[in-house]
């Protein structure tokens, strides 16, 4: 999928391996859709609507008109299939939030974001279901601090599907996190959001470069139906 700013002819994505998509090796990983920062009505929509940003529109109305509504056909089709699906949230354990690292304190505290708050929460929209894994993480990438890659590696899932936000934090790296563990990651493009268009853009465009594949959400399901979803 190419991107603005993309470049067809990038040397580098020549070296990329292509892998055959193969729906029992896969698991969708959705991405801190949370109160906290996935929703207009959470801390940090509040927060900028208060400071009178300019960029809550962009952000909340593209997860209201893409990510929500693109998320939710990946959930259908995984979950059609009785496929597997790992949800990811961002939050600290503690209500001072001093169990998370220096750089993420201040951000869970402003956000009221930790464990048993409601902004820790899933937005309703995409709510797990029974049997869903739920896996909290105290940093930006899930691989520092939970255990998501023995979960992973246990039930036979090395092929990741993602989506969420924000495009050029936590989904992103977790993304690169995952690919240099030896796993195949697909970012929907259309599923993903941040709170700047550029910094969305410049993401995509660096992460098909050689970390993993871009791919749409039609794309997805269409590969998902050939691959047996």
């Known amino acids: 999928m190419n991107t603005p700013g993309s470049d067809n002819n990038d040397y580098i994505q020549a070296f990329m391996t292509e892998r055959a ?28 609507t208060a400071e009178g940003s300019n960029v809550a529109g962009y952000r909340f109305d593209r997860i209201e008109n ?8 990946l959930l259908e089709r995984f979950r059609g299939g009785g496929g597997t699906v790992i949800y990811l949230t961002v939050g600290a354990a503690r209500a001072d939030c001093t169990d998370a690292p220096p750089h993420m304190i201040k951000m869970f505290q402003s956000l009221d974001n930790f464990e048993g708050s409601q902004e820790h ?20 990438g899930a691989f520092a601090s939970t255990g998501i ?22 989904v992103d790296t977790t993304a690169r996190e995952a690919a240099d563990r030896g796993y195949g990651v697909t970012l929907i493009e259309d599923a993903c959001g941040t709170t700047h268009e550029d910094l969305h853009n410049a993401t995509i465009t660096n992460f098909q ?17 050939m691959a047996g979803a």
């Not at 893409?66 to 056909?73: A, F, G, K, T």
């Not at 929460?121 to 930006?140: C, F, H, M, R, Y």
């Not at 470069?209 to 139906?225: C, H, K, N, P, Y």
């Open 121 to 140: 929460e899933i937005i309703d929209e995409l709510k797990p279901q029974a049997g869903e894994s739920v896996i909290n993480k105290t940093t930006i």
């Open 21 to 48: 998509p193969d729906f029992r090796r896969a698991a969708l990983i959705v991405v801190d859709m949370q109160y906290a920062t996935g929703h207009r009505d959470g801390a940090l929509g509040r927060r900028l």
């Open 149 to 170: 890659d023995h979960l992973l590696r246990s039930m036979g899932k090395d092929q990741l599907y993602m989506g969420g936000v924000s495009t050029n934090m936590c």
């Open 209 to 225: 470069r050689l970390f993993g594949r871009v791919i749409s959400t039609d794309e997805a399901m269409a590969e998902l139906q």
């Open 66 to 73: 893409l990510v929500v509504p693109n998320i939710s056909r």
